[in-house]
Nanobody, 124 residues
Framework: QVQLVESGGGLVQAGGSLRLSCVFSGRTFSSYAMGWFRQAPGKEREFVATIDWSGGRTFYSDSVKGRFTISRDNAKKTVYLQMNSLKPEDTAVYYC?????????????????WGQGTQVTVSS
């Protein structure tokens, strides 16, 4: 059984940075594409970023492109989300997810496993 545990959330001022981490346990990490999603109060969960099994291909939502960077370390079984130039509208619970396919995946319904989420709050 796959388990995902996120960390690194917190309170930051607008313009600041945070780095989220998600540690994968269970089956072979390098067999999974990984993604980050977020959910703000009263809104649906939305796609943020995805990375393929090797780390060689990534894809971002338009709202975070150029500010966020997704990366992975297969030896450490960890996926990261570096968030720079944070804005109040980035405030949400951030979730990492694992998809048993190898390529990048934008669709929330394709992901097989989810973490419990970590809160990110950006003050203005």
């Amino acid at each position: 059984q796959v388990q995902l545990v996120e960390s690194g959330g917190g309170l930051v001022q607008a313009g600041g940075s945070l780095r989220l981490s998600c540690v994968f346990s269970g089956r072979t990490f390098s067999s999974y594409a990984m993604g980050w999603f977020r959910q703000a109060p009263g809104k649906e969960r939305e796609f943020v970023a995805t990375i393929d099994w090797s780390g060689g291909r990534t894809f971002y939502s338009d709202s975070v492109k150029g500010r966020f960077t997704i990366s992975r370390d297969n030896a450490k079984k960890t996926v990261y989300l570096q968030m720079n130039s944070l804005k109040p509208e980035d405030t949400a619970v951030y979730y990492c997810a694992a998809d048993r396919s190898l390529g990048v995946e934008l669709s929330i319904v394709q992901y097989d496993y989810w973490g419990q989420g970590t809160q990110v709050t950006v003050s203005s």
